[in-house]
């Protein structure tokens, strides 16, 4: 059976969601596809390139908001963007860990410019913006990676009665009443409100 790039790339994202990244490997998906494992190295030359496809894909598929829009000031795009990239990767199981330390491919490189272009435009210097950028993606990974985690693994909150510290109980009892989104927009907000002083 002849495969092609995307179909491989198709098919492991749907093995991404139903096993995880642990017990994804190239040996299960080249049995998923009924080929050989040699057939998939055809195309990408190891698990590492394979999972920059995913991510390339994950991103194309699920996150909407890239590229600023009409009516967009800095704040709204950064905020709206950020957003977007945590629910794209939250679209998939473990995703947070497929996109960290992945490669851009080359049709990044005109949104990374768009990106850069419009906040140029809006006051900032392009090294400003590029760290803007880059920072605001790598909090974003980072609490998806966090995110994720504690959906599989949940954490135990200290209370009154299993931390002999009374502050760190009673922050805890608060923080515990919080969803994600409202942790997730807390930081982004904190951090947005650090750029606009």
Same mark, same amino acid.
């Given at each position: 059976?002849?495969?092609? #790039? &995307?179909?491989?790339?198709?098919?492991?994202?749907?093995?991404?969601?139903?096993?995880?990244?642990?017990? /994804?490997? *190239? =040996?299960?998906?080249?049995? =998923?596809?009924?080929?050989?494992? $040699?057939?998939?190295?055809?195309?990408?030359?190891?698990?590492?390139?394979?999972?920059?496809?995913?991510?390339?894909?994950?991103?194309r598929?699920s996150?909407?908001? =890239?590229? +600023? =829009?009409?009516?967009?000031?800095?704040?709204?795009?950064?905020?709206?963007?950020?957003?977007?990239? #945590?629910?794209?990767?939250?679209?998939?199981?473990?995703?947070?860990?497929?996109? &960290?330390?992945?490669?851009?491919?080359?049709?990044?490189?005109?949104?990374?410019? #768009?990106?850069?272009?419009?906040?140029?435009?809006?006051?900032?210097?392009?090294?400003?913006?590029?760290? /803007?950028?880059?920072?605001?993606?790598?909090?974003?990974?980072?609490?998806?990676?966090?995110?994720?985690?504690?959906? @599989?693994? +949940?954490?135990?909150? $200290?209370?009154? *009665? *299993?931390? $002999?510290? +009374?502050?760190?109980?009673?922050?805890f009892e @608060?923080?515990?009443?919080?969803?994600?989104?409202?942790?997730? @927009? @807390?930081?982004?907000?904190?951090?947005?409100?650090?750029?606009?002083?």
């Amino acid at each position: 059976m002849k495969i092609d #790039r &995307a179909q491989i790339v198709r098919e492991a994202l749907v093995l991404l969601k139903e096993v995880g990244l642990d017990k /994804m490997s *190239t =040996r299960a998906l080249a049995a =998923r596809l009924d080929v050989q494992q $040699p057939a998939l190295y055809w195309h990408f030359k190891n698990k590492r390139a394979l999972m920059d496809a995913m991510n390339a894909e994950m991103m194309r598929s699920s996150h909407l908001y =890239r590229v +600023p =829009r009409d009516g967009d000031d800095w704040r709204s795009y950064l905020r709206n963007h950020s957003v977007s990239f #945590r629910q794209a990767m939250l679209s998939y199981r473990d995703g947070a860990r497929v996109h &960290a330390g992945s490669r851009a491919e080359a049709s990044d490189v005109d949104v990374a410019d #768009r990106q850069l272009e419009f906040l140029i435009a809006q006051g900032f210097d392009g090294r400003q913006a590029l760290k /803007m950028l880059v920072t605001l993606a790598r909090f974003t990974v980072g609490f998806v990676l966090e995110e994720q985690a504690e959906a @599989d693994h +949940p954490p135990e909150l $200290p209370n009154e *009665t *299993t931390s $002999p510290s +009374p502050l760190l109980s009673a922050a805890f009892e @608060d923080y515990g009443t919080l969803s994600q989104d409202e942790l997730f @927009d @807390d930081g982004l907000a904190a951090f947005l409100d650090g750029i606009g002083r």
